[in-house]
């Protein structure tokens, strides 16, 4: 089991501690100032962090102190208005927990490259080349203390001079090499180890139940309703909902269709929508004679040639144009149509739906589907609101959505397991005996190959099913968590 | 109007009894390819493709083969593709089939009287956070997924290069052999060794 153990400082003298410069685990290097990523076993998303230390005990072995940094999934409801972009994260600064901590190697995973796009003088830009090449960026300090977040930086994070942290002119990699200059200033913060040593530093293991339980204004559920409470998001969360559930449009289609919905009125009301299909076959139909009445725009006539071209064309160009859009974890026994009306429902778009086939490959209880948008706006509406909601079906499970990638064929080359055997003195029959389908005969030597290929067919058999069954069971034991009935 | 929902599901219920799933077919192989194949034993009706969209590369195509009745199903999946390897357009891998299911037609119309009923939760919900998980796990699985695709497509090509290995040592072999009956090598050492001509 990985745990980010919080080791308890002690004072400089009563325990032997040496520091390094550079640490090895698990075959990789990791060097002071190294932006690495960690990992708890059973939580959902790494960690990231700078070490600034890395500590060589002679009974715990050598563990590495970081500086940690925060996902704006975690410090989501202090983001306020600010809006990071998709690879950005935020620099912990101030005092209080969450800074930093100091972790055995177990939950050390990897390294990343990440780069400080900060206007600070003290901060070198990257070039483009960087930014692009960088896993993650950073331009705000998150304070623990005081639970903001702010672009400016202040002197010292953590006793480290802060410029350790922005970017140096190296032109590769951002690690600091110990020789420069910034390791020397390190050293100073190290001289001033026991004064940061006296501050708090419990067993944490996960930063984000530190945010949760221990801070004042916590990210508790508790804390999300008084946000909620807060008149701004209240009114945002109410014009989000009334979007997705207009029932003005869809009314005026002939159909036996009953939408309720109630608006928010505590924080605590769920929204419901309950769609009865009757006769899906009719509903269908209708829908294309309504599309055909509808006020011919262009868009529409498009939309209607598309329906009509075969989904093996319609899929790549919606790739390109960005309008495909993938459903997973729906029910299996779901139909297209099916489909198409609950996005019709839910999110007043009207779009084209196709279940993929489940294979034996599928886990048997996961159902995908590709849906084609109007519009990419539409498309990228969607894939946002089922990312931040959750919308439940039926069967209690969350729908995923996806923005759709489809993998393209290699080039054919010769099929994995079939041969050409070219024998010198091989008849037109013989030739035609190996193309034409057959059963092979026991005492023929394809006849052994072909049992190998049985063998390895039934292993793979076999592992399928063990993996499906073990997905199963995660699947099922996450549900009895959940206390909604549907 | 149900009846007739009902009507189509049914149809399409019976149509599933009568199709066999066949798998580890070689990209190159058709529809006519399969009706000549299968058609030494049954009558086939329809050939579906499945469409591979989520996994790359060569990976072995699938197919849903109508046949006419279902007893015609059950006999070739039992007592040819089982009992033997069979081939099809290329040795030695065999192709597996068995009974077709309703979920693997991506054309499968709505199940009648199906109600399906959509909620979003709301964020204070605690169900909320158990969904969260829900939606990663899902994530999760698809990732192992492929990661197994990957590994059963790698176990396949080294089991194909192995036989490939093998064919090749015994094609050598017997094109030695055939080149000492060839140009009379072996009857002059039999007659050296005083080695029967028939014991060749």
Redo the contacts between chains.
């Keep these: 089991m990985k745990m980010l153990v919080e080791v308890p400082q002690k004072e400089n003298g009563k325990r032997k501690v040496h520091s390094s410069e550079y640490v090895t685990y698990d075959g990789v290097v990791y060097n002071l100032h190294d932006y690495v990523i960690l990992y708890q076993h059973g939580k ?1 998303e790494t960690y990231i962090g700078k070490i600034i230390e890395i500590i060589d005990t002679p009974h715990s072995g050598k563990q590495v102190k970081v500086v940690w940094f925060f996902r704006p999934s975690e410090i989501r409801n202090y983001l306020g208005d600010y809006k990071p972009r998709w690879n950005e994260i935020f620099l912990a600064s101030g005092d209080g927990q969450g800074l930093s901590n100091t972790n055995l190697l177990d939950g050390v995973t990897a390294k990343c490259t990440v780069v400080c796009t900060s206007k600070d003088k003290r901060n070198h830009l990257p070039s483009k080349k960087q930014l692009r090449s960088a896993d993650y960026i950073f331009r705000c300090t998150f304070d623990v203390g005081k639970l903001k977040i702010s672009r400016k930086f202040p002197n010292k994070i953590y006793g480290i001079k802060v410029e350790n942290f922005f970017n140096t002119r190296t032109g590769g990699h951002l690690r600091l090499m110990p020789t420069q200059t910034p390791h020397l200033s390190y050293r100073e913060g190290n001289s001033k180890k026991p004064q940061v040593g006296t501050a708090t530093l419990t067993k944490v293991h996960c930063l984000a139940n530190v945010n949760l339980s221990a801070m004042p204004k916590s990210i508790s ?1 508790d804390g ?2 008084e946000k ?1 409470h807060s008149g701004l998001s209240v009114q945002r969360a109410k014009r989000l ?1 009334l979007e ?1 559930f207009s029932s003005s449009e869809s009314l005026k289609l002939e159909r036996m269709k009953k939408i309720r919905f109630s608006e928010v009125e505590t ?16 509903v269908s139909s209708q829908v294309e004679q309504d599309q055909a009445t509808n006020r011919e725009n262009d868009t529409e006539r498009s939309w209607l040639k598309k329906m009509i071209t075969p ?2 064309e319609r ?1 790549p160009e919606a790739e390109k144009e960005g309008t495909l859009v993938l459903l ?2 729906l029910d ?7 489909i198409e ?2 996005v019709l ?2 999110f007043n778009e009207r779009v084209q739906a ?11 209880l ?3 589907a ?1 849906v084609i948008f109007k519009s990419k706006d539409a498309a990228n509406t969607v894939i946002c609101k089922l990312d931040r ?6 069967d209690q ?2 729908v ?1 959505g996806s923005a759709g990638i ?5 080039e ?2 010769l ?5 050409e ?1 070219r ?2 003195r091989q008849t037109e029959d013989e030739r035609t005996a ?7 005969q026991k005492n023929t ?3 052994g ?6 063998l ?2 039934e ?2 058999r076999r ?2 099913k063990q ?1 499906h069954e073990n ?1 199963m069971k ?2 099922l034991e ?2 009895k ?4 009935n ?1 | ?2 009846s ?2 009902e009507k ?1 599901y049914d149809a399409f219920q019976e149509r599933v009894r009568r199709t066999i799933y066949i ?2 077919l ?3 192989v058709n529809e006519s ?1 399969l009706k ?3 058609g ?1 034993y049954v009558t086939v009706k329809d050939v579906r493709f ?9 990976t ?1 195509r ?1 197919a849903l083969v109508e046949v006419e009745t279902s007893e015609q199903a059950q006999e070739i999946i039992k007592d ?1 593709i089982d009992a ?11 192709v ?1 089939a068995r009974p077709a ?39 999760k ?2 990732a ?2 492929s990661f ?2 990957k ?3 790698e ?3 080294k ?2 290069k192995q ?2 290995e ?2 090749k040592v ?2 050598e072999k ?2 030695l052999i ?1 080149g000492v009956m060839d140009d009379k090598s072996a009857f002059r050492l039999a007659s050296y060794y005083n080695v029967n001509d028939a014991e060749i």
């Excluded at chain 1, 489809?406 to 290699?410: A, V």
């Excluded at chain 1, 190959?449 to 049985?454: N, V």
């Excluded at chain 2, 499945?50 to 060569?58: A, C, H, V």
């Design positions: 959902t559920l999300v309703q909620m909902f997705n924080a605590t009301a769920h929204q419901r929508v309950e769609v009865m299909l009757e006769a899906p076959n009719e989904w093996e899929l997973e974890n299996p026994t779901y139909s297209s149509s099916e009306e609950m429902s839910v196709k279940m993929m086939a489940q294979t034996p490959f599928s886990c048997p996961y159902g995908k590709f909601g959750c919308l439940m079906l039926t499970r969350p995923v489809l993998k393209k064929p290699e054919s080359k099929f994995t397991g079939h041969y055997i024998m010198k190996v193309a034409t389908a057959h059963c092979s030597l394809e006849y190959m072909a049992m190998k290929w049985r390895l067919q292993k793979t592992w399928w993996l997905q995660e699947i996450l549900k968590q959940l206390k909604i549907i | 109007m149900a007739i929902a189509e798998d580890n070689s990209p190159q390819v000549k194949g299968l030494q499945i469409p591979n969209y989520s996994e790359p590369k060569n072995a699938c040819v033997y390897p069979f081939m099809i357009l290329g040795i030695p891998r065999p597996r299911e309703e979920e693997m037609f991506d054309d499968r119309p709505a199940k009648p009287g199906r109600r399906i009923e959509l909620q979003w939760l709301h964020p204070n919900d605690p169900d909320f956070q158990v969904a969260w998980k829900l939606k990663r796990l899902v994530k699985h698809a192992e997924a197994m695709m590994q059963q497509l176990a396949e090509e089991l194909a036989q490939e093998m064919l015994n094609k017997l094109m055939d």
